[in-house]
């Protein structure tokens, strides 16, 4: 579509229509242009998403967003704890801090944090469960995010003579998900099929899979002219386990920051699953980068495979288990909550054989 609308590029289409042949898009009164297949990356407002009534709001995670761009935000350790004191043998300012708390978290995410810095601005944002911190909408986003932080005297501290230097952005509940990914001549890519939250910055990475995999795909189909839904499914079946996996992580994670004993021990299964994502991936990439090893089909069948954790199955054993116990506590019953924290290390002291993973907790 990129070369047959070049002239074009960014103009909003209004219709999209599929027929055996193709896919017609129409930008304005005789403007049409055809295209063997339609990738739709509009985010939120994707025109496909609108036009099959795609989107499905059955997620586990509730949480609404205000973010925007600082300045003066220091080091953490300047105005709390400091480092020696935290035991840390770097600064959390060299990477991104998260706040956690009750029914939200907030990042801090400092791009001049390094010697070579250009730029001196600081990603800021809230995140926020509607159910427990409605929004205040008597307030500006920019006066509820500072009277919110006053609940954390450090968190506070570290803010004290901050100043946004864009708008701030304040959104609904902004999770969502599509019913269908790929149908017949179509495929809806990174924010246009799904969001869930950002607290583990999956979304970019999700989006360039997405991107490999649909480009596979698309190579394939335009040797043998097949752009059928079907050939496009490990697309779908890959985007949507990663935004169903990511939702009962986050939607979990939230609920765990009720007591710091529930989340002491649930963060171990982050862990466990960013660990072993990152050894997944650098396999797949080692096994691709030793020439014989692997045929272009096998790295893209393998990275299908993955979700969160590298999609290895004992992974989703072990998660379904401690999500399991995490989604039937009553946070409100101290006993059941020492129950649940006893049980998810008694599961990860039996799951090693030693006692490495349950001393985490
Ligand atoms: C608050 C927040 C924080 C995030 N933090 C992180 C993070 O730390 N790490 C991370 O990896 N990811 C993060 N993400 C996710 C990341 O932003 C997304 O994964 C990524 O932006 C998805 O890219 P995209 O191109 O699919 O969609 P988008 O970035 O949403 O882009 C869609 C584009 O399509 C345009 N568009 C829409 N309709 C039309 C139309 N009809 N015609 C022409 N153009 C149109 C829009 O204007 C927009 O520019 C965050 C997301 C949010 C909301």
């Known amino acids: 579509m990129l070369c047959s609308t070049e002239p074009q590029y960014c103009k909003t289409p209004l219709d999209i229509a599929f027929d055996a042949d193709g896919v017609t898009i129409t930008t304005g009164p005789e403007q049409h242009y055809r295209t063997a297949y339609s990738v739709d990356a509009g985010g939120f407002r994707s025109l496909l998403a609108d036009k099959f009534d795609l989107r499905d709001f059955g997620l586990h995670t509730h949480s609404r967003s205000s973010f925007t761009h600082m300045i003066n935000v220091p080091d953490f350790h300047e105005v709390s704890t400091s480092q020696k004191a935290a035991n840390l043998p770097f600064s959390v300012a060299e990477g991104t801090l998260h706040h956690v708390f009750e029914g939200g978290w907030l990042w801090v995410i400092p791009f001049n944090n390094h010697a070579a810095f250009t730029n001196p601005l600081c990603s800021v944002g809230l995140m926020l469960d509607p159910r427990m911190h409605p929004p205040q909408n008597d307030l500006s986003a920019e006066e509820e995010f500072f009277a919110f932080i006053e609940r954390f005297p450090s968190v506070a501290a570290q803010f004290r003579n901050a100043r946004s230097v864009r708008e701030w952005v304040r959104t609904g509940r902004i999770q969502y998900s599509s019913k269908q990914i790929v149908g017949d001549r179509w495929a809806l890519l990174g924010h246009a099929a799904?969001?869930?939250?950002?607290?583990?910055?999956?979304?970019?990475?999700?989006?360039?899979?997405?991107?490999?995999?649909?480009?596979?795909?698309?190579?394939?189909?335009?040797?043998?002219?097949?752009?059928?839904?079907?050939?496009?499914?490990?697309?779908?079946?890959?985007?949507?386990?990663?935004?169903?996996?990511?939702?009962?992580?986050?939607?979990?994670?939230?609920?765990?920051?009720?007591?710091?004993?529930?989340?002491?021990?649930?963060?171990?299964?982050?862990?466990?699953?960013?660990?072993?994502?990152?050894?997944?991936?650098?396999?797949?990439?080692?096994?691709?980068?030793?020439?014989?090893?692997?045929?272009?089909?096998?790295?893209?069948?393998?990275?299908?495979?993955?979700?969160?954790?590298?999609?290895?199955?004992?992974?989703?054993?072990?998660?379904?288990?401690?999500?399991?116990?995490?989604?039937?506590?009553?946070?409100?019953?101290?006993?059941?909550?020492?129950?649940?924290?006893?049980?998810?290390?008694?599961?990860?002291?039996?799951?090693?054989?030693?006692?490495?993973?349950?001393?985490?907790?």
């Open 194 to 361: 799904g969001f869930i939250d950002p607290l583990y910055s999956k979304g970019l990475y999700i989006t360039l899979t997405s991107v490999s995999i649909l480009a596979h795909h698309l190579l394939q189909a335009n040797h043998n002219g097949d752009y059928s839904r079907e050939r496009f499914l490990p697309l779908e079946k890959t985007t949507l386990a990663y935004i169903h996996s990511n939702d009962r992580l986050v939607a979990n994670s939230y609920t765990s920051w009720g007591t710091y004993q529930l989340w002491t021990a649930y963060s171990v299964l982050w862990l466990l699953g960013a660990y072993t994502e990152l050894v997944k991936l650098f396999s797949i990439r080692i096994q691709s980068m030793e020439h014989g090893k692997i045929n272009q089909q096998q790295l893209f069948d393998q990275l299908q495979q993955i979700k969160l954790a590298g999609g290895f199955a004992d992974y989703d054993r072990v998660a379904h288990t401690i999500d399991t116990i995490i989604e039937a506590v009553d946070l409100t019953n101290a006993h059941q909550v020492a129950t649940a924290v006893e049980q998810i290390q008694v599961f990860f002291t039996q799951l090693t054989g030693c006692h490495y993973l349950s001393r985490l907790c």
